[in-house]
């Protein structure tokens, strides 16, 4: 268990809505990370936040956007859904925003567009 | 951009010894990171090592560092059936007190019997 938790596990909606996605990261960690994983993209890297403050942007679309809330739990909320925003979409946390400290990730969020 | 690659699949007996490869372009990376994926999984952070090291040993992962050629590799000795996963191979360096990862493609471990 790597203490990350990625509510929900499902996620099944239709093409032009919007859906929430959230995460508590591990007790202590202030970073926390989005990514996207498909089969054809690979893992790539969203965004991060450092104790409510964004600090990273990698690709992330402008229909994407992301939030850091005071208690740190982050939300990453996706509109105007298309059939190729279906995908795997995993958060992370660590203890910093340097590379000296891993990252922990959660068991993701497995979002459907139908 | 940094780009980290890794070959598609490994197909081992279970026994054997797994050797995972990844070559990374950034020369600045300082961090190198596996990962394990399970199906239905998050990424498992395995095992990491800095960049001024040449080898890192844990039960039975051994890494292997050569920061001239950018080549890392994970070694899984006496490769179980439970092994059977996706191996990720990531870089990073600590670029204005952030951390921005770049991860392979992953590397799928099948173990037989």
């Known amino acids: 268990d790597s203490g990350v938790t990625q509510t929900p596990k499902h996620l099944i909606t239709a093409t032009g809505q919007r859906v929430t996605l959230r995460c508590s990261p591990r007790?202590?960690?202030?970073?926390v990370y989005w990514y996207q994983q498909s089969l054809d993209q690979g893992l790539q890297f969203l965004i991060q936040y450092y104790n409510g403050e964004e600090r990273a942007k990698g690709n992330i679309l402008e229909r994407f956007s992301a939030q850091q809330f005071p208690d740190l739990h982050s939300e990453l909320n996706l509109s105007s859904l298309e059939l190729g925003d279906s995908a795997l979409y995993f958060c992370?946390?660590?203890?910093?925003?340097?590379?000296?400290?891993?990252?922990?990730f959660g068991d993701g969020t497995r979002l459907s567009i139908l | 951009g940094e780009d980290v690659e890794q070959s598609l699949f490994l197909s081992v007996r279970e026994g054997d010894s797994s050797v995972i490869n990844c070559t990374y372009t950034d020369s600045s990376s300082t961090y190198l990171y596996w990962y394990k994926q399970e199906p239905g999984a998050g990424l498992q952070l395995l095992t990491y090592?800095?960049?001024?090291?040449d080898m890192k040993q844990d039960q039975r992962l051994t890494v292997l560092l050569n920061k001239k050629d950018k080549h890392l590799s994970l070694r899984i000795a006496d490769t179980q059936t439970g092994d059977s996963a996706i191996y990720f191979c990531a870089e990073g360096s600590s670029s204005g007190g952030s951390y921005i990862p770049t991860f392979g493609r992953g590397t799928s471990l099948i173990v037989h019997p």
């Open positions: 007790s202590g960690d202030l970073s």
């Open positions: 992370a946390s660590s203890g910093g925003t340097a590379g000296d400290q891993p990252q922990h």
């Open positions: 090592i800095f960049s001024n090291m």
